[in-house]
């Protein structure tokens, strides 16, 4: 069985409001992909020149309606009046949420060019704190699904994702994901050609702030790694 909903109509509508989601209208779909429900006030007599509206928070208000009606949200009760509770209706729907939907506003992220640029700028120059502050930035407005809810080991994940991807945006690097490296495998390999340049990216997910902690844990293993290729060559 596989899915098949998702691809039996156009998606343009609901990714170019999504494109546009303030802070508290992402916070609302991390509840959705939770299971939870929100609150929201459907208005059907919706037509393409009020899409079209200039007020980012009109928008933002059609967007629930648009979601409801294109089948992305069902009705989960009847509150007063317009107001409905609001729940992603079955797990195909769920999925969506999960990749598509996330990937459109990873797309949002990687149009922000003015800051990607500083952040390769700084990667390209081993400016470690200028890279930490760029990634801290853009991590602030990306919309973080479900990125707790997994296994512990599971968790680095989007944080894998998310680098790869604003390293893999500038088209003139070499960039690999879980390479094979003669002794095991690496997260993220860097190589800039123009500088003959390049670096290593291990991405490790540290629990109650025990950030050093975890870095130390890292570079224990990648000296150890290093010792024994030595010793092999």
Known sequence: ????????????????LLETATETTKSQIE?????????????????????ESDDKEERQTYLWSVLYAAGYLTNAGRLENRVYRLM???REVLGIYENRIRSWFKLRII????????????????????VQNLLNNFMAVSINIRD????????????HGMILGLLQAEGSWSVKSNAESGIGYTDIRL???????????????????????????????????????????
């Open 1 to 16: 069985m596989e899915a098949h909903w998702e691809n039996s109509s156009g998606n343009a509508i609901v990714k170019a």
């Open 88 to 90: 992603i209706p079955n």
């Open 148 to 159: 707790t809810f997994t296994r512990k080991e599971m968790k680095e994940n989007f944080y």
């Open 31 to 51: 509840a959705l992909i939770s299971g939870e429900a929100v609150e929201k006030v459907l208005i059907p007599e919706l037509s393409y020149t009020d899409l």
């Open 111 to 130: 149009g922000d060019t003015g800051r990607w640029r500083k952040f390769c700028e700084a990667m390209n120059a081993g400016e470690a704190a200028e």
């Open 191 to 233: 190589e800039i050609p123009s500088t003959k340049t390049g670096c290593i990216i291990e991405v490790k997910y540290a629990e109650n702030g025990r950030y050093e902690q975890s870095c130390s844990t890292i570079l224990a293993g990648c000296r150890a790694a290093s010792a024994r290729h030595h010793m092999n060559n």
